[in-house]
């Protein structure tokens, strides 16, 4: 008989160990994320489209006042439409705490698909603003996606989608 004072108690601990690298526990373990790639992918795919109207739309709004009067006067809208576009693709990006799904998803469809099409074939650019009601929102759209904007602030949010899934993965493995 042991004179260790836990050495009745062996049985007890023995069958208690797991081996960490069990993947079948570590797929126990992973948390259920479903809830957040559809909050993140449904925010990046509605929020996305409206911030860079706004932005193109303050833009347009800047650009035309500044061009038309070689003055620099400032139009308050204006600035308030290019704030209102950028706090909503900040939070498309902060999206990407929750989910890549958003950022990667707004980004691609909005930005970097269309910044693409309209790279390789400018008419494709020009069928894509027509399918927009005609209004000052498409037209600073044609000028963003012409002149490469929309094309880099898709790329931006698929890096920020991409980033926090990479920190995501590194976290938990």
Do not use: C
């Amino acid at each position: 008989m042991s004179t260790h004072r836990y050495a009745g108690y062996e049985d007890d601990y023995e069958n208690d160990y797991q081996d960490p690298d069990d993947p079948a526990d570590a797929l126990d373990e992973r948390p259920r994320r479903g809830a957040a790639h559809v909050v993140s992918a449904l925010g990046g795919l509605v929020l996305t489209p409206v911030a860079l109207g706004l932005l193109s739309w303050g833009g347009l709004r800047q650009q035309q006042l500044i061009q038309a009067t070689l003055s620099t006067n400032r139009d308050p809208l204006g600035i308030a439409l290019l704030a209102g576009g950028a706090i909503l693709l900040l939070v498309v990006a902060a999206l990407g705490a929750l989910s890549a799904a958003g950022p990667i998803l707004g980004g691609l469809i909005y930005g970097v698909l269309p910044g693409l099409a309209a790279m390789a074939v400018p008419e494709w650019g020009f069928k894509l603003v027509n399918l927009m009601p005609k209004s000052d929102i498409a037209y600073g759209v044609m000028d963003f996606l012409f002149i490469g904007g929309l094309l880099g602030v898709g790329f931006l949010l698929v890096g920020s989608g991409l980033a926090g899934a990479l920190v995501r993965r590194r976290r938990e493995g």
